[in-house]
């Protein structure tokens, strides 16, 4: 172990047999002072990180009963911190595996096998950067309000810790740069990132050292080459900066070359030339050689190659990127968005409004998972830094403590007050949904709180498509069949005019279902009846979503005459202009069936 971490201190001591940290009341009524932040070590040695977090955790429980928000928030994450730093990193990492398998996020490019000692997560931290947590409010704040249970733990503290020692003073000034380094750098990138048009050979996915991209970000904001100040921007802003897989020389090279005002930002997915003989061809991966910010621009490319520099040449001058990838009229497309003047996220650059690209997705690369819509447009709203979503944040944070305490009356009462701070804090709603799940709640009440969450998103139609879904769930689980299904097709009508693609969502997961549960004849059935209701005139994404995925399962169950029929159907039905991409891939489809 290492000299100088804070390391493992006395993690044996059973919560029962701990010593509490103790102080008088009149201190849980206040901030914690330095003094007593100071007693952490010894109180860690002597009765365990639990005996910390006992302590923090009444102190913060009794300035919330005395509605004294400030301190509550300081000692919870004082908590919090103690907590995190007694958990054994051998249990922190099975509960990060499991919350992986859950959400099926795991890559080829991870590691096949996770074998952590039974060490604490505080050894992976040293004493000064430990002291630095407990005393740094805003940044603590920040940590635990990103930090998602797909991030690795012992890898996240591990790059804060080398992050800090190289450098502290650096580190204090871009500590919310240092945090999204953290979570974006926690695993490696999958193998289809930033885009899977253009191979390996071409352009290796790999993201340079952490403490390397911490001080080539951080020296170029210290000489102001950047288009926005980095100190301005939260963790949540930058880790869509630090996840680019240009080496810095390339990136140094954009900086140098392509200089659009963020005013004029837009324009740099046009200065690449696009190469219209490529489309022609069908030639859709990178044909050169090495996928490189020059070659692009001196050889020329299609959308997702435009996307692409544009991206990057935006990180390259200070500025938080993403590509999306979607569909529209006529087939695939490829642009991207950036963060704009006056800190406003600009979605649409390089994408075309008459072609109807309704959804995009990109890489979240705390996850590598795909960035929702509704988080997309949490971004651009930014309001998570205001004091309402603070104070619902709060709240979200002691319904949580209540419910690990059982106290879950308690608990529904903090996530109450959680969504009534503010209505678009998801993770509330979510903690108060499943409180009501594990107080016994009848499906009725259950599908009368899903549909005050489906109201508190109205206005985000992913998620109130998700939320009325589970309405449809709630009205199965009450024998109300019919009126579930006419719930279900109450969603799709909603959204076939600007949110298609939820429409086709709806169409696909009634297609999925019966492919799992019926027979082939009501499976037929299905199908047809999504077409005859869905899919008059649609192109690419209800292809995609619901015609290819169809026909391969089919073909898979031996089911060739049935393939065969289900194309057929989809070119009748479907808009298929000749010499299209819709056209080809329906070609390329009947060939395989046949």
């Not at 544009?310 to 200070?318: F, N």
């Not at 006419?486 to 019966?514: C, M, P």
């Not at 065969?564 to 069936?593: H, K, S």
Request: proline share 6%; net charge neutral; with cysteine.
């Amino acid at each position: 172990m290492r000299a100088c971490a804070w390391i493992v201190l006395v993690i044996g001591v059973a919560a029962g047999r701990a010593e509490p940290w103790t102080f008088p009341e009149s201190e849980a009524l206040a901030v914690p002072t330095p003094a007593r932040l100071a007693e952490i070590p010894a109180v860690a040695e002597t009765g365990g990180w639990v005996a910390v977090e006992q302590g923090a955790r009444a102190a913060a429980f009794a300035a919330q009963s005395a509605g004294r928000s400030d301190p509550a928030e300081a000692w919870l994450l004082v908590a919090r911190w103690a907590r995190l730093l007694g958990t054994p990193q051998r249990v922190a990492v099975d509960q990060w595996i499991d919350a992986m398998n859950a959400a099926k996020a795991a890559h080829p490019n991870m590691a096949r096998e996770y074998h952590p000692p039974d060490a604490a997560m505080s050894a992976l931290v040293s004493a000064e950067l430990g002291a630095w947590l407990f005393g740094e409010r805003e940044f603590s704040r920040a940590f635990f309000g990103l930090i998602s249970p797909l991030d690795y733990p012992p890898a996240v503290l591990g790059v804060l810790d080398t992050l800090h020692r190289a450098d502290p003073k650096r580190f204090e000034r871009y500590a919310s740069l240092a945090l999204a380094i953290a979570v974006v750098y926690d695993v490696p990138p999958p193998p289809h990132w930033p885009h899977a048009q253009v191979g390996d050979g071409s352009l290796p996915r790999r993201l340079p050292a952490a403490l390397d991209a911490f001080n080539y970000w951080a020296a170029g904001d210290e000489r102001g080459q950047g288009l926005h100040r980095l100190q301005r921007l939260s963790a949540g802003e930058l880790k869509f900066l630090v996840d680019s897989p240009a080496p810095f020389a390339e990136l140094d090279w954009a900086r140098q070359s392509v200089r659009f005002p963020l005013t004029r930002l837009a324009e740099t997915y046009d200065a690449v030339k696009y190469r219209q003989d490529r489309v022609q061809a069908n030639v859709v991966a990178w044909p050169g050689g090495r996928y490189s910010l020059p070659a692009i621009l001196q050889q020329g490319g299609i959308c997702v190659d435009q996307a692409y520099f544009a991206a990057q040449a935006g990180k390259a001058r200070g500025v938080p990127t993403l590509v999306f990838r979607g569909v529209g009229l006529d087939g695939r497309h490829a642009w991207f968005g950036y963060l704009g003047a006056g800190e406003q996220w600009q979605m649409d650059a390089g994408r075309h409004a008459e072609q109807r690209y309704v959804a995009g997705l990109a890489f979240d690369p705390q996850t590598w998972r795909d960035i929702t819509d509704h988080e997309i447009s949490f971004l651009a709203e930014g309001f998570r830094r205001l004091p309402a979503y603070r104070q619902s944040r709060l709240q979200q944070w002691f319904a949580e403590e209540h419910r690990r305490d059982g106290r879950l009356d308690e608990a529904v009462r903090a996530a109450r007050r959680a969504v009534n701070y503010e209505r678009r804090n998801l993770e509330a709603w979510e903690i108060l949904l499943g409180l009501h799940a594990a107080t016994g709640d009848e499906p009725r009440a259950r599908e009368g709180l899903l549909r005050e969450a489906a109201l508190a998103f109205q206005r985000y139609p992913d998620l109130n498509a998700a939320f009325l879904r589970r309405v449809a769930a709630a009205l199965r689980e009450q024998g109300k069949v019919s009126a579930a299904e006419q719930e279900e097709r109450l969603i799709a009508r909603k959204n076939q005019g600007a949110r298609t693609d939820l429409s086709v969502a709806q169409a696909a997961e009634a297609l999925t279902r019966a492919m799992a549960t019926q027979p082939l004849a009501e499976q037929m059935r299905v199908y047809q009846l999504n077409l005859e209701q869905y899919g008059q005139g649609a192109r690419m994404e209800f292809f995609d979503r619901v015609v290819k995925p169809f026909v391969e399962h089919l073909l898979r169950n031996g089911h060739r005459p049935e393939a065969e029929q289900a194309v057929a159907r989809a070119r009748a039905t479907l808009a298929v202009e000749p010499g299209r991409q819709l056209d080809r891939e329906l070609a390329v489809l009947a060939a395989a069936v046949r």
